[in-house]
């Protein structure tokens, strides 16, 4: 009997944010590379955020890929981190170009 494999895409809500996610921290690095780093740091700390209250509000099922450990230790790792890269970029003073 052959099994089926699923396509390319999420099998849950949660797979689905993952990859949103994903992507804003893809756009966040470039932002940085193209040297608009603050605003790159933010794209990244929202896109942790927007993760964080996922994860919070989606079952353990529903969670898919945000899954890694208990729900409040994953929430608290991506609060932190989104939080920690938001500060970063509005404390960090600006520094003299070459």
Same mark, same amino acid.
């Given at each position: ?19 949103? =996610? ?67 970029? =509005?404390? =960090? ?6």
């Amino acid at each position: 009997m052959r099994q089926e494999r699923p396509g390319g895409h999420p099998q849950t809500l949660g797979g689905a944010i993952y990859l949103g =996610v994903l992507g804003a921290a893809a756009f966040g690095l470039f932002l940085v590379l193209v040297g608009a780093w603050r605003t790159g740091l933010s794209w990244i700390g929202v896109g942790l955020l927007v993760a964080a209250a996922a994860r919070l509000v989606l079952t353990e099922r529903g969670a898919g890929m945000l899954r890694v450990r208990r729900r409040w230790s994953d929430v608290l790792m991506l609060v932190v981190a989104g939080v920690g890269l938001l500060v970063l970029a =509005v404390v =960090v003073p600006n520094q003299p170009g070459p």
